[in-house]
């Protein structure tokens, strides 16, 4: 994997920047305590593989029966990630988190995999970023390599969700403090999605 520190960078700056997931997941550990964020940290990962399968055969599929078809998915892909970057540097920072009643930590497992899962931009955002790290001539197949780089963002995910779970009162009470973290976290995230981008977009 030619372009693997640069898969891990990106992914882990998508990670961590604000949005539903991680939010949900820092709510559920403020307002339920350390388990359960670290629970809901699992489902939302485990919500990739679905995110992953779908991505893997499409785009393999799609490859298969066309190359231009592949370039112009590529092409897409780039704007896709500009467009969303631009938003990301528009965007005000994080939302407040709202507490939610407690439940048992099986339920918050399921609601979490079932939220990531039926979100189907999820899936739209792994159909145009894991090809950009695929070889298409390389040794292995074009759905073997986006499995593992699904994979890859599935345990990368795990690694920071469970922090944020974990921390959430501490990370929930900094950020009260610090409004603005989330606005310069959001910035971060804009300017990874236009450089990555802009990167596939010159590509050869």
């Given at each position: 994997?030619?372009?693997?520190?640069?898969?891990?960078?990106?992914?882990?700056?998508?990670?961590?920047?604000?949005?539903?997931?991680?939010?949900q997941v820092l709510a559920r550990g403020i307002s339920q305590g350390r388990a359960a964020g670290?629970?809901?940290?699992?489902?939302?990962?485990?919500?990739?593989?679905?995110?992953?399968?779908?991505?893997?055969?499409?785009?393999?599929?799609?490859?298969?029966?066309?190359?231009?078809?592949?370039?112009?998915?590529?092409?897409?892909?780039?704007?896709?990630?500009?467009?969303?970057?631009?938003?990301?540097?528009?965007?005000?920072?994080?939302?407040?988190?709202?507490?939610?009643?407690?439940?048992?930590?099986?339920?918050?497992?399921?609601?979490?995999?079932?939220?990531?899962?039926?979100?189907?931009?999820?899936?739209?955002?792994?159909?145009?970023?894991?090809?950009?790290?695929?070889?298409?001539?390389?040794?292995?197949?074009?759905?073997?390599?986006?499995?593992?780089?699904?994979?890859?963002?599935?345990?990368?995910?795990?690694?920071?969700?469970?922090?944020?779970?974990?921390?959430?009162?501490?990370?929930?009470?900094?950020?009260?403090?610090?409004?603005?973290?989330?606005?310069?976290?959001?910035?971060?995230?804009?300017?990874?999605?236009?450089?990555?981008?802009?990167?596939?977009?010159?590509?050869?």
């Amino acid at each position: 994997m030619p372009n693997f520190l640069l898969f891990l960078a990106t992914s882990v700056a998508i990670t961590m920047a604000p949005g539903p997931d991680n939010l949900q997941v820092l709510a559920r550990g403020i307002s339920q305590g350390r388990a359960a964020g670290f629970v809901a940290a699992l489902g939302f990962a485990a919500g990739i593989t679905f995110h992953t399968t779908l991505a893997a055969f499409g785009v393999a599929a799609l490859l298969r029966s066309s190359q231009v078809a592949f370039e112009v998915v590529k092409l897409a892909g780039a704007a896709y990630l500009i467009w969303i970057g631009i938003k990301a540097l528009r965007s005000q920072g994080l939302a407040t988190a709202h507490e939610r009643p407690p439940q048992a930590l099986g339920v918050v497992f399921r609601q979490s995999v079932i939220g990531n899962m039926m979100n189907p931009k999820v899936t739209l955002f792994f159909v145009v970023f894991l090809p950009q790290f695929v070889e298409p001539h390389g040794a292995q197949s074009v759905m073997v390599q986006m499995l593992e780089l699904g994979v890859l963002f599935m345990l990368q995910t795990v690694v920071v969700f469970s922090a944020f779970g974990v921390c959430a009162g501490m990370i929930g009470n900094w950020l009260k403090r610090r409004p603005r973290v989330g606005v310069w976290l959001d910035r971060l995230a804009g300017a990874t999605f236009i450089a990555l981008g802009l990167r596939i977009a010159l590509r050869d």
